[in-house]
């Protein structure tokens, strides 16, 4: 089954619902909602909106005024029901299109600064020079607030306007200010290389409308005619995204199977989705990485291959999010983003709040390079006049030397090889 843009989709939150409390659980229960308003509430409603309007101390915008009370019923329902400006309409086709003006720069929020992931190939911020590690400090002279994620959003712009932002990199000395041009850019939300001789690692930093074959464009690009001995798909910092790329993308490591499902009061909201043949990866075995910050979407994927023991979940537990978003379109070109249903994995487990529990739970210890070398007992290498070692000639898909520095990763990598290697046949 297929899921239109207006249709149901999970939303890209990065808020956490409150659960209840003790308190909450022994408290009366209260009588059941009723979907009916009264006159005399309605009456109280035009009443107090009348108040502020003439008495409030400054003049108060009556449209204005009335888009605060929609939003504050939003409000009431939970994190991430919202009503959305024509605007903010737009910032949402760009983030599940993924086409937007910008610099084509992906970035992190990481120990409070404005990291560089990737530049993407041939865009503004690729031929300026940007590069992976950068810390973005300033936009247009403006600091980077650390603790504003939406000021991120100040990079995109309009196709042809200009830009400037001051970047602190390793190795030099003073900030370096660098000016661009934005220009339309298609997101890549699918990353793919090699980690090592026949294991492969796909980054997903979101769910988008053309993530699916975008994975498999680049599956195919990059093991056309070689050996894949497993496969790691991270999920990092994926915030979520498009249910229907998240149902696309978990059917292309299944053969069979049910997906995912979703309950709600409507009946668009009660739907199930299953796997068809046919395995992207043909069965090579798989770890999914996973941290706090991978919600929804993300969750769905993870649960689903956890669920049909498809894939070892290595992490930390996720963000928790379960529940699914309706976009409703008004006449005004704004729009109400509503929580209309739950969604279950297939062993029927809601996440909502609690999130996906890894496989392999890593713990908060993490050694630098010189720390791990620095630890090693003295060996055969350490010896003066040691002989040279005879290596076999070695190819581009070699070890990542990612592995080095990144510890969930190297602790993914470790679990997969051994997964690899119970499958593999003694002849390989």
């Known amino acids: 089954m297929s899921l239109s843009r207006l249709s149901i989709c999970l939303a890209l939150a990065l808020a956490a619902p409150a659960g209840r409390t003790a308190e909450d659980a022994a408290a009366p229960s209260s009588p059941p909602p009723t979907t009916e308003v009264s006159a005399e509430d309605i009456r109280a409603f035009v009443s107090v909106f009348r108040a502020i309007q003439e008495a409030y101390v400054e003049p108060v915008d009556g449209k204005r005024l009335m888009q605060s009370a929609i939003r504050g019923m939003l409000n009431e329902l939970d994190p991430h029901s919202a009503y959305l400006e024509p605007e903010q309409m737009q910032q949402w086709d760009e983030d599940i299109s993924g086409l937007y003006g910008g610099l084509g720069v992906e970035v992190i929020f990481m120990n409070g600064a404005l990291r560089v992931i990737a530049a993407i190939d041939d865009s503004p911020a690729q031929r300026a020079g940007i590069r992976a590690g950068d810390v973005i400090t300033a936009i247009n002279g403006v600091a980077v607030d650390a603790h504003d994620f939406d000021s991120a959003d100040r990079l995109r712009g309009n196709p042809g306007s200009r830009v400037t932002v001051t970047i602190d990199r390793d190795g030099e000395a003073n900030p370096l200010e660098i000016k661009l041009v934005r220009e339309e850019i298609r997101a890549q939300s699918v990353r793919a290389r090699w980690l090592d001789s026949g294991y492969v690692v796909i980054r997903l930093s979101q769910f988008q409308e053309s993530t699916p074959q975008e994975l498999r464009d680049r599956w195919r690009k990059l093991t056309s005619g070689k050996p894949v001995y497993g496969v790691v798909l991270d999920l990092r910092n994926n915030p979520g995204g498009v249910l229907a790329a998240a149902v696309e993308v978990t059917d292309s490591f299944l053969e069979s199977g049910q997906i995912v499902s979703t309950r709600g009061r ?163």
Request: aromatic letters at 4%.
């Open 266 to 428: 409507i009946p668009d909201g009660d739907l199930s989705f299953d796997a068809k043949p046919g395995d992207l990866t043909q069965g090579a075995p798989m770890v999914v990485l996973i941290d706090q910050g991978s919600a929804s979407a993300a969750e769905i994927v993870a649960g689903a291959l956890q669920d049909h023991r498809r894939a070892i979940v290595v992490g930390y537990p996720s963000f928790g999010k379960g529940s699914v978003q309706n976009l409703l379109p008004l006449e005004s070109g704004a729009a109400v983003k509503l929580t209309t249903a739950r969604y279950y994995t297939p062993n029927k487990r809601s996440i909502q709040a609690h999130g996906i529990d890894p496989d392999l739970l890593l713990g908060d210890v993490q050694l630098a390079p010189a720390d791990r070398s620095a630890a090693l007992i003295e060996t055969e290498a350490s010896l003066a006049g040691h002989l040279e070692a005879e290596l076999a000639p070695t190819d581009a898909t070699d070890r990542d030397p990612e592995l080095d520095s990144d510890y969930a990763l190297s602790q993914a990598m470790a679990a997969l090889k051994a997964l690899a290697f119970q499958k593999r046949a003694p002849t390989e």
